[in-house]
Protein backbone atom coordinates (compact mmCIF):
# COMPACT_ATOMS: atom_id res chain seq x y z
CA UNK A 1 0.00 0.00 0.00
CA UNK A 2 0.90 3.44 -0.73
CA UNK A 3 1.13 6.50 1.17
CA UNK A 4 1.35 10.13 0.91
CA UNK A 5 2.79 12.09 3.87
CA UNK A 6 2.23 15.52 3.17
CA UNK A 7 2.45 18.87 6.03
CA UNK A 8 0.53 21.64 5.83
CA UNK A 9 2.30 24.88 6.48
CA UNK A 10 0.42 27.91 8.43
CA UNK A 11 -0.22 29.91 5.41
CA UNK A 12 -1.74 26.90 4.23
CA UNK A 13 0.56 25.59 1.52
CA UNK A 14 0.39 21.99 1.47
CA UNK A 15 4.25 20.40 1.18
CA UNK A 16 4.68 17.04 0.14
CA UNK A 17 6.83 14.74 2.93
CA UNK A 18 7.25 11.51 1.22
CA UNK A 19 5.93 8.56 -0.71
CA UNK A 20 6.11 5.44 1.85
CA UNK A 21 5.57 1.83 0.50
CA UNK A 22 4.11 0.46 3.46
CA UNK A 23 4.45 -3.30 2.45
CA UNK A 24 5.58 -5.31 5.14
CA UNK A 25 8.82 -7.70 4.30
CA UNK A 26 7.70 -10.36 4.72
CA UNK A 27 3.97 -9.68 3.91
CA UNK A 28 2.31 -9.26 7.46
CA UNK A 29 0.65 -5.79 6.29
CA UNK A 30 -0.32 -6.26 3.01
CA UNK A 31 -3.16 -3.54 3.08
CA UNK A 32 -0.45 -1.40 4.92
CA UNK A 33 -3.12 -1.17 8.04
CA UNK A 34 -0.46 -1.80 10.74
CA UNK A 35 1.44 0.79 8.80
CA UNK A 36 -0.95 3.55 9.47
CA UNK A 37 -1.99 2.59 12.84
CA UNK A 38 2.06 3.44 14.20
CA UNK A 39 1.87 6.30 11.72
CA UNK A 40 -1.31 7.86 13.12
CA UNK A 41 -0.24 7.20 16.48
CA UNK A 42 3.41 8.29 16.72
CA UNK A 43 2.86 11.63 14.85
CA UNK A 44 1.52 14.24 16.62
CA UNK A 45 -0.57 15.27 14.14
CA UNK A 46 -2.91 12.23 14.75
CA UNK A 47 -3.05 11.17 10.96
CA UNK A 48 -3.93 14.35 9.49
CA UNK A 49 -1.09 14.81 6.83
CA UNK A 50 -0.92 10.59 6.10
CA UNK A 51 -3.72 9.02 3.01
CA UNK A 52 -3.69 5.99 1.00
CA UNK A 53 -3.04 5.89 -2.30
CA UNK A 54 -6.47 3.93 -3.52
CA UNK A 55 -5.66 1.18 -5.83
CA UNK A 56 -7.01 2.88 -9.19
CA UNK A 57 -4.43 6.03 -8.54
CA UNK A 58 -1.98 3.79 -7.84
CA UNK A 59 -2.63 2.68 -11.37
CA UNK A 60 -2.78 6.27 -12.82
CA UNK A 61 0.40 7.25 -11.30
CA UNK A 62 2.48 3.93 -12.37
CA UNK A 63 0.61 4.51 -15.70
CA UNK A 64 2.10 8.32 -16.59
CA UNK A 65 5.53 9.54 -16.92
CA UNK A 66 3.98 12.91 -17.11
CA UNK A 67 5.57 14.98 -13.86
CA UNK A 68 2.93 17.44 -14.17
CA UNK A 69 0.23 14.66 -14.61
CA UNK A 70 1.56 13.08 -11.48
CA UNK A 71 2.05 16.09 -9.87
CA UNK A 72 -1.72 16.88 -10.17
CA UNK A 73 -3.11 13.08 -9.42
CA UNK A 74 -0.76 13.68 -6.06
CA UNK A 75 -2.34 17.18 -5.62
CA UNK A 76 -5.98 15.43 -5.88
CA UNK A 77 -5.70 12.99 -3.27
CA UNK A 78 -4.17 14.78 -0.58
CA UNK A 79 -6.82 18.06 -1.50
CA UNK A 80 -9.54 15.00 -1.07
CA UNK A 81 -8.04 13.66 2.12
CA UNK A 82 -7.88 17.07 3.56
CA UNK A 83 -10.97 18.20 2.54
CA UNK A 84 -12.19 14.87 4.31
CA UNK A 85 -10.77 15.44 7.17
CA UNK A 86 -11.11 18.88 8.31
CA UNK A 87 -14.98 18.36 7.44
CA UNK A 88 -17.17 19.82 10.31
CA UNK A 89 -20.20 17.75 10.89
CA UNK A 90 -23.82 19.50 10.64
Do not use: H
Not at 24 to 39: C, I, L, T, V
Amino acid sequence: MLFIEYDVTQTGEIELVALVNAVEAEGQDPDGSAWSAWRCGEFEDGGMGCVAVSPDDLVLMESTDDVAQLRGIVERIILVDRATKEEVPS
